[in-house]
């Protein structure tokens, strides 16, 4: 028995797996651009054998897959510029990626099997906000205001476990929960003029669990040996940068960054094990 789920994002020739937006103002007085990109995804691929489900077979895999390519994502540029007054440009990026990969025996399933077992789950994904200036981001004669906010949320689970309640039987029993995450928030502000201003924002948070074994009151029978492995590779990259040149009177760039990460990595046996290898 072969079971294998798989989802994967990826950009054809040419194009790019993301939200944008581009909001320009060439001229104007004031002159104003203002750009919002917001990129929402939630997904679940799962690969089960089911609540209450029996089988009997020589064999069973369990496979399931997520991917995104690396613009997935948010992007947004904005610029603005004024001859004579005022110009403002806005970025705003957010990006909301919710993403769930599971290879279960959910509970109550009971699979007998005369070879081996196998579950795995394996995540590879990429989630980007960026919030950048057009050119010059804001140019005003008097005053110039370049804003850029990047926002960048990531909760993502990976999970290869039997759940309460399994019976399995078999001679042997591999479980694998693959995690990589590479997680880019970036935010760029500028803007010149007689006063410039240019605040920029980038906040990153990222959930990550990758959880592999037996849940409390499955019962596992082995010929063989089991194997849990449970694996987290992440990457974060947060950077902001305000730039701002005065021409005649105040330049302000400022900039906060916040990154809060919080990796789960988990290989549990809570259930009942019988097994005649290693």
């Known amino acids: 028995v072969t079971v294998a789920a798989t989802s994967a994002t990826a950009s054809p020739a040419g194009a790019l797996a993301t939200t944008e937006a581009d909001g320009t103002a060439a001229s104007g007085s004031p002159g104003v651009g203002v750009a919002a990109a917001l990129n929402f995804a939630d997904g679940s691929t799962r690969a089960a054998l089911g609540d209450g489900v029996a089988i009997t077979a020589p064999g069973a895999s369990f496979t399931a897959t997520t991917t995104t390519d690396a613009a997935f994502g948010a992007r947004s540029v904005s610029g603005a510029g004024s001859t004579s007054g005022v110009a403002v440009a806005g970025s705003l990026a957010l990006h909301l990626g919710v993403l769930r990969t599971e ?94 201003v240019a605040p920029v924002v980038a906040v990153t948070v990222v959930n990550s669990d990758a959880r592999a074994g037996l849940a409390v009151g499955s019962s596992v029978t082995l010929s063989g040996g089991l194997t849990a492995d449970a694996r987290s590779a992440l990457d974060v990259l947060a950077k902001g940068t305000g730039d701002a040149e005065g021409s005649s009177n105040a330049a302000v760039g400022a900039s906060v960054v916040v990154t809060h990460a919080a990796p789960v990595v988990e290989a549990l046996l809570d259930g009942s094990l019988q097994a005649a290898g290693a």
Do not use: C
């Open 103 to 196: 290879a279960m025996v959910e509970a109550g399933a009971t699979a007998s099997s005369t070879g081996a077992l196998s579950f795995t789950a394996n995540s590879n994904t990429h989630h980007s906000a960026r919030a950048l200036p057009k050119t010059n981001g804001a140019t005003g004669e008097s005053t110039g205001v370049g804003a850029s906010v990047a926002i960048n949320i990531v909760d993502e689970v990976t999970r290869a476990q039997a759940d309460t309640g399994v019976v399995l039987t078999g001679t042997a029993l591999t479980q694998t929960a693959d995690a990589t995450l590479d997680v880019d928030t970036e935010a760029q502000g500028g803007a010149s003029g007689g006063t410039a």
